[in-house]
Structure formats: structure tokens, C-alpha cells
């Protein structure tokens, strides 16, 4: 069974970097085509990709922020951490990380909810 | 303002069949595969179609999706009450590099 648990500060001033962890069991970054992904949805707004990251460690940033994310893995831990930097008010939403399967983010995890504001 | 358009609302009563659509261009759902989100209120969403048309395990077949060039859909037949929610599309876009996401289409059972 294969579940994934988002987590970080629910509340970060403006300006202040974000650190986010998702932890999941059930599947291993060690696998071959494997990703894990963080997704963003702001209250009452649609989804948003943000980054990926895959077995091989390649990248893939959203190009409107990829100059304040990074994606890194720790494989022994089975955890995928998403750095943000320059936090605004407009980045208030709940933040969600999946594994990257079969072409589509596959199980979600049940979300962590940032509020940015001082 | 997001990459692939959806309606932003749709509605059927109980048994009907509802069909909703998203529209991409070429570098998404032109040349990639489309997947669809369910979202019931305060929930996570649920991949209920991947690949264009193969359902999860434990996703019931009255869910099936399709896709026409530019275009996809997701149809939904026998409609319940439960399946009231916001149903997400998206695809691989090979411009970002990355999937893209519909704006959302919010489902009333009447």
C-alpha cells in the first residue's frame, strides 16, 4: 500500500523560505521511471504542477518559479523535500506531493496547507 | 489562467450521462497522454483516468475518458450523488516540460 505524507510549517512570513517534506512508504525512489511530484492548489483555485523529481534525479521545475524551487530526494529515507524561496501571500495554498506513475501523478498525499502572512 | 480549458461547471440528475471536456493544444494533449482528477470537497484529488482511458483499480467503468486531436473528455454514465466534485484534466506539455492542469469543472447532481 503505498502512502505519502506531506509536511512543513503551516505558517511562513513573507520574504521567508518554505521547506516542505513528503514522506511515503510503499515505493522506492530506486525504481526505474519512478517520480515523485509536489502540486499546489490555493484556496478554491485549480491545481498547479510545481516540480518533479525522478529515480535518476532528474528535474523538472514549473518555468514561472523555477527560479525559486528546488527538488531533492533522500532515497535511504524514502523522502522527497521542496525548498521555496521569497514567500508571498499569493503562495498561500495547500501543497500535495505524488509519485510520478504511468504518465500522471498516481496516489496523493492528503495535503499540508501553507499560509503565508505576517 | 490555465493551460487547458474545462467548463467551469456541469450538472446532470441521478442516472444520466454527463461528458466533460478540455481543450489543450499540440504540446499537451495533442501529442501526450490526458489524465483526469476527481476532487470531492476537503479531499486530495483521485487519478480516476490515466493514459487517456484505463481506470485505476477500484475506479468503477461508468468513468471513461477520450480523446479527439486537441481535445479530451471525460464521461460520466449511471451518475450518482457521490459523484458530485471537481473533476481535473491534465497532460505532459512538452513546452513546460512538465504536466499541466485544467482550471477544474465543478459537478452538481441535481
Known amino acids: 500500500q503505498i502512502t505519502l505524507k506531506e509536511s512543513g510549517p503551516t505558517l511562513v512570513k513573507p520574504t521567508q523560505t518554505l521547506t516542505l517534506t513528503c514522506t511515503f512508504s510503499g515505493l522506492s525512489l530506486n525504481t526505474d521511471g519512478l517520480g515523485v511530484g509536489w502540486i499546489r492548489q490555493p484556496p478554491g483555485k485549480a491545481l498547479e504542477w510545481l516540480a518533479l523529481?525522478?529515480?535518476?534525479?532528474?528535474?523538472r521545475y514549473r518555468p514561472s518559479l523555477q527560479s525559486r524551487l528546488t527538488i531533492t530526494k533522500d532515497t535511504s529515507k524514502n523522502q522527497v523535500v521542496l525548498t521555496m524561496t521569497s514567500m508571498d501571500p499569493v503562495d498561500t495554498a495547500t501543497y500535495y506531493c505524488?509519485?510520478?506513475?504511468?504518465?500522471?501523478?498516481?496516489?496523493w498525499g492528503h495535503g499540508t496547507l501553507v499560509t503565508v502572512s505576517s | 489562467q490555465s493551460v487547458l480549458t474545462q467548463p467551469p461547471s456541469a450538472s446532470g440528475t441521478p442516472g444520466q450521462r454527463v461528458t466533460i471536456s478540455c481543450s489543450g493544444s499540440s504540446s499537451n494533449i495533442g501529442n501526450n497522454y490526458v489524465y483526469w482528477y476527481q476532487q470531492l470537497p476537503g479531499t486530495a484529488p483521485k487519478l480516476l483516468i490515466y493514459?487517456?482511458?484505463q481506470r485505476p483499480s477500484g475506479v468503477p467503468d461508468r468513468f471513461s475518458g477520450s480523446k479527439s486531436g486537441t481535445s479530451a473528455s471525460l464521461a460520466i454514465s449511471g451518475l450518482r450523488s457521490e459523484d458530485e466534485a471537481d473533476y481535473y484534466c491534465a497532460a505532459w506539455d512538452d513546452s513546460v516540460s512538465g504536466p499541466v492542469f485544467g482550471g477544474g469543472t465543478k459537478l452538481t447532481v441535481l
Open positions: 523529481i525522478y529515480w535518476n534525479e532528474d528535474k
Open positions: 505524488a509519485p510520478w506513475v504511468n504518465d500522471a501523478f498516481d496516489i
Open positions: 493514459r487517456v482511458n
